[in-house]
């Protein structure tokens, strides 16, 4: 998906968007901002530069986001073209692009990316110092994803972080006896169990699915306390706490809807939209498609966010999937880079696109938590702070490389899945995600 | 070998002038074009650089990967044979080609069943036996990914169109079917979604082979009394037995190295009982990273392949023009 903008591109580009930046502009002065002064990021002569970033889930995150390049291209007269690709081939091609030192100047990557090329990337500081002093600081996962694990210095830019709390049908809670989701285990299991009852199940994926099923294994096993690895990165997995957590798996799954060993990613948002499944977990995006078609727009009605139960630990367990941003150090541009950064961060510009994501990407500079998209809809109060929340992939451990690896390679769901078809004892669970996590952490 | 240029000889009898065998001796360029070593190498140098580009050296690349441990972002280091050692002790991966091993000796077996029950079919006059053959080759035309697309819907625990049928329909069962969530009920509907898309390929070449047979050794065993079973058995089966090993080794090779259909319809779930060897490298190497264990996985399907090729060769092809020898 290429694409070379051009003045002509630019200005029909910016036509298209021009009702989103209009509301934006309007919108944009709600978000507070100091005034402060802007690193002197002089962009070099003859400056273009290329940017890849992943491909978008809802429209206006990439017609927002060309309209908002084509505006830094008519601002400053530096030719940019952003590419966007598959979400599963982002992270070969900046592979590709960090060993070969060719390529995109700027890529827009997931989470641990800028961790793992720390050696192949120019430090952000300046630019990350900048729009965390302008607008109320960084969130917790901002400041996570964007800093060298230690250190004070910025490798990465986190442009926003997408999460998935739980999305369920208020009139399925209501019938059978509850107004919202309890937030203790005890209680969320009698809630699964009264549902499967009254014929209205619960489903969360269990399958091979990257986002859901991370999600689910993840706050399965913190909400009892588990984690992954400690804070030196070393494997913790098989503890006490995991166990638990697994052996409340086997009651829970008991009464799911049957198949979520075989979903991916899309199945509970197909499965939630029939009226298959009433509870699930999910990113913003199943409300909205819901939403938007007059279908299903009464399911939509009937729906509500909220956080997974806390259980044991006291705060949500969750985390967001970070966009984080990175400048290569092959790039023959890197103050024309980092000024486009800061530029597709400035309110101007980002708070359009914020609100035309209509909260897929929670943002991570805490000024725009006053952003209007945040009041737009009272659905989407669980997703404002999204890179709040305190965990991340890996936890509790430092941003790494095997984070992302034991994600991908599911070591966390299939543990879960393991337990839940009955293939494998809690214990022997534990010890095989143990054995294979110590491989990527080793 | 050089050329020796001769005068042209005389055309009419009458005094014949003075001839001589006058050798012009070629100049180096020429002699050198004539020599046969430079002419095999030019020859071949094309088809070599092409071969080893794209088949020595990325089959040699993976082998040597394999032998590394490579991640994607970082190259490697000799590791030796780490790799195996740690796949040795690797339940899942043990799984993959117990699972491999199943998927393609049973496909095989479903599809050559099926596939010469077809061919004999359409080896019979029918009407529009035309059309009914170019039907025939339509699950095998379609790509493969739109295969297991469709197969992914009628597999689906929510919409599959055989629960459906099943249940709101006909009312014979009151819950969904489950193909895919759990191990064994996953495996068999991966393999019936392969079966049906091997068969026409078989049953087309078969149909080929049954046309070479020549209709008087029917005629022949018909004059005998013999019986329909007995003319498939002594007839039809040796006669197709040439070509049954050619398209069987094809066919163990294609099965053997899925992908598409595993990867599109389970991604190897539920709890990877249905990875196949070729998509666990992939998993392993690609999506977690893992190069040169997905690499040493990939190394490993080598001698299954070699063994199924060599074991289609020697012991279904008996038939001497196969190994190079002419028929007595």
Same mark, same amino acid.
């Given at each position: 998906?290429?694409?070379?903008?051009?003045?002509?591109?630019?200005?029909?580009?910016?036509?298209?968007?021009?009702?989103?930046?209009?509301? =934006?502009?309007?919108?944009?002065?709600?978000?507070?901002?100091?005034?402060?002064?802007?690193?002197?990021?002089?962009?070099?002569?003859?400056?273009?530069?290329?940017?890849?970033?992943?491909?978008?889930?809802?429209?206006?995150?990439?017609?927002?986001?060309?309209?908002?390049?084509?505006?830094?291209?008519?601002?400053?007269?530096?030719?940019?073209?952003?590419?966007? %690709?598959?979400?599963?081939?982002?992270?070969?091609?900046?592979?590709?692009?960090?060993?070969?030192?060719?390529?995109?100047?700027?890529?827009?990557?997931?989470?641990?990316?800028?961790?793992?090329?720390?050696?192949?990337?120019?430090?952000?500081?300046? %630019?990350?110092?900048?729009?965390?002093?302008?607008?109320?600081?960084?969130?917790?996962?901002?400041?996570?994803?964007?800093?060298?694990?230690?250190?004070?210095?910025?490798?990465?830019?986190?442009?926003?972080?997408?999460?998935?709390?739980?999305?369920?049908?208020?009139?399925? @809670?209501?019938?059978?006896?509850?107004?919202?989701?309890?937030?203790?285990?005890?209680? @969320?299991?009698?809630?699964?169990?009264?549902?499967?009852?009254?014929?209205?199940?619960?489903?969360?994926?269990?399958?091979?699915?990257?986002?859901?099923?991370?999600?689910?294994?993840?706050? @399965?096993?913190?909400?009892? =306390? =588990?984690?992954?690895?400690?804070?030196?990165?070393?494997? $913790?997995?098989?503890?006490?706490?995991?166990?638990?957590?697994?052996?409340?798996?086997?009651?829970?799954?008991?009464?799911?809807?049957? =198949?979520?060993?075989?979903?991916?990613?899309?199945?509970?948002?197909? $499965?939630?939209?029939?009226?298959?499944?009433?509870?699930?977990?999910?990113? %913003?995006?199943?409300?909205?498609?819901?939403?938007?078609?007059?279908?299903?727009?009464?399911?939509?009605?009937?729906?509500?966010?909220?956080?997974?139960?806390?259980?044991? %630990?006291?705060?949500?367990?969750?985390?967001?999937?970070?966009?984080?941003?990175?400048?290569?150090?092959?790039?023959?541009?890197?103050?024309?880079?980092?000024?486009?950064?800061?530029?597709?961060?400035?309110?101007?510009?980002?708070?359009?696109?914020?609100?035309?994501?209509?909260?897929?990407?929670?943002?991570?500079?805490?000024?725009?938590?006053?952003? $209007?998209?945040?009041?737009?809809?009272?659905?989407?109060?669980?997703?404002?702070?999204?890179?709040?929340?305190?965990?991340?992939?890996?936890?509790?451990?430092?941003?790494?490389?095997? $984070?992302?690896?034991?994600?991908?390679?599911?070591?966390?769901?299939?543990?879960?899945?393991?337990?839940?078809?009955?293939?494998?004892?809690?214990?022997?669970?534990?010890?095989?995600?143990?054995?294979?996590?110590?491989?990527?952490?080793? | 070998?050089?050329? /020796?240029?001769?005068?042209?000889?005389?055309?009419?009898?009458?005094?014949?002038?003075?001839?001589?065998?006058?050798?012009?001796?070629?100049?180096?360029?020429?002699?050198?074009?004539?020599?046969?070593?430079?002419?095999?190498?030019?020859?071949?140098?094309?088809?070599?650089?092409?071969?080893?580009?794209?088949?020595?050296?990325?089959?040699?690349?993976?082998?040597?990967?394999?032998?590394?441990?490579?991640?994607?972002?970082?190259?490697?280091?000799?590791?030796?044979?780490?790799?195996? !050692?740690?796949?040795?002790?690797?339940?899942?991966?043990? !799984?993959?080609?117990?699972?491999?091993?199943?998927?393609?000796?049973?496909?095989?077996?479903?599809?050559?069943?099926?596939?010469?029950?077809?061919?004999?079919?359409?080896?019979?006059?029918?009407?529009?036996?035309?059309?009914? #053959?170019?039907?025939?080759?339509?699950?095998?035309?379609?790509?493969?990914?739109?295969?297991?697309?469709?197969?992914?819907?009628?597999?689906?625990? !929510?919409?599959?169109?055989?629960?459906?049928?099943?249940?709101?329909?006909?009312?014979?069962?009151?819950?969904?079917?489950?193909?895919?969530?759990?191990?064994?009920?996953? #495996?068999?509907?991966?393999?019936?979604?392969?079966?049906?898309?091997?068969?026409?390929?078989?049953?087309?070449?078969?149909?080929?082979?049954?046309?070479?047979?020549?209709?008087?050794?029917?005629?022949?065993?018909?004059?005998?009394?013999?019986?329909?079973?007995?003319?498939?058995?002594?007839? /039809?089966?040796?006669?197709?037995?040439?070509?049954?090993?050619?398209?069987? /080794?094809?066919?163990?090779?294609?099965?053997?190295?899925?992908?598409?259909?595993?990867?599109?319809?389970?991604?190897?779930?539920?709890?990877?009982?249905?990875?196949?060897?070729?998509?666990?490298?992939?998993?392993?190497?690609?999506?977690?990273?893992?190069?040169?264990?997905?690499?040493?996985?990939?190394?490993?399907?080598?001698?299954?392949?070699?063994?199924?090729?060599?074991?289609?060769?020697?012991?279904?092809?008996? #038939?001497?023009?196969?190994?190079?020898?002419?028929?007595?």
């Amino acid at each position: 998906m290429a694409n070379i903008i051009t003045r002509r591109d630019a200005l029909r580009l910016t036509a298209g968007g021009a009702a989103a930046l209009a509301l =934006g502009s309007q919108a944009g002065a709600q978000v507070p901002r100091a005034d402060v002064a802007a690193p002197s990021l002089a962009p070099e002569k003859g400056a273009s530069l290329r940017i890849l970033r992943p491909a978008r889930f809802v429209e206006p995150d990439e017609t927002i986001f060309r309209a908002n390049t084509a505006k830094f291209q008519q601002a400053t007269g530096i030719e940019t073209r952003v590419d966007f %690709v598959g979400w599963e081939d982002i992270r070969q091609q900046s592979a590709v692009a960090a060993n070969t030192g060719t390529g995109p100047d700027i890529v827009l990557g997931w989470a641990e990316d800028p961790h793992v090329y720390v050696d192949k990337i120019i430090e952000l500081s300046d %630019v990350a110092e900048y729009l965390g002093k302008r607008y109320g600081g960084w969130t917790f996962l901002g400041e996570k994803y964007g800093k060298k694990q230690g250190t004070n210095n910025w490798v990465g830019i986190p442009f926003g972080g997408t999460t998935g709390p739980a999305v369920f049908r208020r009139s399925a @809670l209501k019938e059978a006896g509850f107004s919202s989701i309890p937030n203790d285990h005890a209680g @969320l299991l009698k809630l699964c169990q009264e549902l499967k009852r009254i014929n209205k199940p619960a489903g969360f994926a269990l399958g091979n699915a990257v986002g859901d099923g991370n999600g689910f294994a993840n706050w @399965l096993i913190w909400s009892h =306390g =588990g984690y992954l690895v400690d804070e030196d990165g070393k494997v $913790a997995i098989n503890s006490k706490e995991t166990i638990a957590a697994l052996t409340f798996l086997k009651d829970l799954y008991a009464s799911f809807v049957p =198949g979520t060993l075989a979903w991916g990613d899309p199945s509970n948002n197909r $499965a939630y939209a029939a009226n298959e499944v009433w509870l699930t977990s999910n990113g %913003v995006s199943l409300y909205f498609a819901l939403k938007n078609d007059p279908a299903t727009r009464a399911i939509a009605e009937d729906t509500d966010h909220q956080f997974m139960p806390f259980g044991t %630990v006291g705060k949500a367990p969750q985390t967001s999937l970070i966009l984080n941003a990175m400048v290569f150090r092959h790039t023959k541009f890197p103050n024309a880079a980092k000024s486009y950064i800061q530029f597709m961060l400035e309110s101007e510009q980002y708070d359009p696109w914020l609100t035309g994501c209509l909260g897929y990407w929670s943002h991570t500079l805490r000024a725009y938590s006053k952003s $209007a998209v945040w009041d737009s809809d009272p659905k989407l109060e669980v997703y404002r702070n999204g890179t709040e929340n305190q965990f991340w992939s890996g936890y509790k451990g430092p941003i790494s490389h095997a $984070a992302g690896t034991v994600a991908a390679e599911y070591v966390m769901v299939q543990m879960c899945a393991s337990v839940a078809s009955g293939q494998a004892t809690p214990e022997e669970a534990a010890r095989e995600a143990e054995r294979r996590s110590r491989r990527y952490y080793r | 070998m050089a050329t /020796t240029t001769q005068a042209a000889p005389p055309i009419a009898p009458q005094a014949a002038p003075h001839w001589s065998n006058v050798r012009v001796e070629p100049n180096w360029l020429a002699r050198l074009f004539d020599w046969k070593p430079l002419l095999i190498v030019a020859c071949m140098l094309p088809a070599i650089g092409l071969l080893m580009v794209f088949l020595t050296y990325p089959l040699g690349l993976g082998i040597w990967l394999a032998f590394t441990d490579t991640t994607i972002g970082k190259s490697g280091q000799w590791v030796g044979l780490e790799n195996f !050692q740690y796949l040795m002790e690797d339940r899942q991966f043990w !799984q993959a080609v117990f699972y491999s091993v199943f998927y393609t000796a049973v496909a095989t077996i479903g599809k050559f069943g099926l596939g010469l029950w077809l061919a004999l079919l359409l080896n019979k006059h029918l009407p529009f036996k035309s059309l009914l #053959r170019a039907i025939i080759l339509l699950p095998w035309i379609t790509p493969t990914v739109l295969t297991a697309i469709a197969f992914w819907w009628i597999y689906d625990p !929510q919409f599959s169109i055989i629960s459906y049928v099943a249940v709101d329909a006909l009312g014979l069962r009151d819950r969904y079917f489950d193909f895919l969530g759990s191990a064994w009920p996953a #495996r068999w509907s991966l393999i019936a979604a392969n079966i049906w898309r091997g068969i026409p390929f078989v049953a087309i070449s078969l149909l080929a082979g049954l046309q070479t047979i020549s209709p008087s050794l029917y005629e022949a065993a018909l004059l005998d009394g013999s019986t329909g079973w007995q003319r498939f058995r002594y007839i /039809t089966f040796p006669l197709l037995l040439p070509i049954l090993a050619i398209v069987m /080794t094809f066919s163990i090779i294609f099965t053997f190295t899925d992908f598409q259909l595993v990867y599109a319809i389970t991604r190897g779930g539920p709890v990877n009982s249905t990875h196949l060897m070729a998509t666990l490298a992939f998993q392993r190497g690609i999506p977690g990273g893992m190069l040169g264990e997905g690499a040493a996985i990939a190394v490993s399907m080598i001698p299954f392949l070699v063994f199924a090729t060599l074991f289609s060769y020697f012991a279904l092809a008996r #038939r001497k023009w196969q190994q190079g020898e002419s028929n007595d």
